[in-house]
């Protein structure tokens, strides 16, 4: 099993920062992509960006340019740094990980997610 830890959520203001991170622990072969999701009220989740084992990244339109994603792969941990924060990135930001399983099964995990408010 793998665990996911979330950490570095909480209220900002409008213009604010905020970098959160996501730690993997357990039985973890390789990791290849690691990416944040997000949940906002009344909304479905959608992807605000992810980064694949060799760093190529990915960012959902509406966070290009104001957050940037990055992985430490000897910690097994995923960052988003997220900078000039809008009241509409108000959600629950979830991390997600890709653990590859011997021989050649991947699978996907999920954190508990961590509140995010941006008050304008």
């Known amino acids: 099993q793998v665990q996911l830890v979330e950490s570095g959520g909480g209220l900002v203001q409008a213009g604010g920062s905020l970098r959160l991170s996501c730690a993997a622990s357990?039985?973890?072969?390789?990791?290849?992509?690691m990416g944040w999701y997000r949940r906002a009220p009344g909304k479905q989740r959608e992807l605000v960006a992810v980064?694949?084992?060799?760093?190529?990244?990915n960012y959902a339109d509406s966070v290009k340019g104001r957050f940037t994603i990055s992985r430490d792969n000897a910690k097994d941990t995923v960052y988003l740094q997220m900078n000039s924060l809008e009241p509409e990135d108000t959600a629950v930001y979830y991390c997600?990980?890709?653990?590859?399983?011997?021989?050649?099964?991947?699978?996907?995990?999920w954190g508990l997610g961590t509140q995010v408010t941006v008050a304008s």
């Open positions: 997600n990980v890709d653990v590859w399983v011997p021989p050649t099964t991947l699978r996907q995990y």
């Open positions: 357990g039985s973890i072969f390789s990791i290849d992509a």
């Open positions: 980064i694949a084992s060799g760093g190529r990244t």
